[in-house]
């Protein structure tokens, strides 16, 4: 059976985006058939290649439309992705499927997620960021301490000379299985200047990527605690460079953390992968 998909990107962290509107395609998958096709597609010799897959969903409650159900390029599943958000809702613009005049709100296995679109940037609001203790995280035989953020999904974030020192990052990097059971998204950290710093990261399930959409949330979070930075009398915005462009984090008043970027969609067609 073919099926249609696209291929999109928010900053170069790139995503096959599987439109199945009522389920009829994608939705009579059992867990690991479901996971197995991801994996397929995810493949980037033999599939289309992807950090992971979009299936874009009617939502069955009343507080949205949409569901974007997330799944990482191993398959496994996620709570949220900042990146994929952004070029879900892209795919709903250039479908028609949304207008972009009024907030969009779109369901996620971390709750409902409101995007707002202006000109070729859509920011998501990510909700309340939840800052917790210090762990430690280690690539390369190094070993950082790092700060936890939760995001609905989890980070570990640590602060480091320069961007080259974790290495490749060809494997994932050690952390404390009794922190994080179910594994961690690690950003290492540099700050540039006032209200700017760079990352890279490594995200479980998928491998280091180009772009995190909660991993640059989650950095900028820990960057300005760390340096006396949150919001006091008006909102904070942080620029966060990546090694697939640059996005804006806003931390705002009311204790929420907005994330603004491009998100495009570059290739459409059939598979039967």
Known sequence: MSYPFLKGHGTENDFVLLPDLDGAVHGGLDDEQMAD????LCDRRAGIGGDGVLRVVRATGDDAEWFMDYRNADGSVSEMCGNGIRVFVRYLLEQGLVDGTAPIRVDTRDGVKVMTVEGELITADMGTPKLLGSSTVGAGGITWAARQVDLGNPHAVASVS??????PLLEAPTHDPAVYPDGVNVEFVVRRGERHIAMRVHERGSGETR????G?????????????DRPAGADVAYRVDVPGGTLTVTWTMDDRVLLTGPAVIVASGETDL
């Open 162 to 167: 320069n961007l080259d020192e974790p290495g």
């Open 216 to 228: 640059a949330c989650a950095a900028m979070v820990a960057s300005a605690d760390a340096s006396g």
């Open 211 to 214: 772009s995190c959409g909660t």
């Open 37 to 40: 096709r991801v994996r397929a």
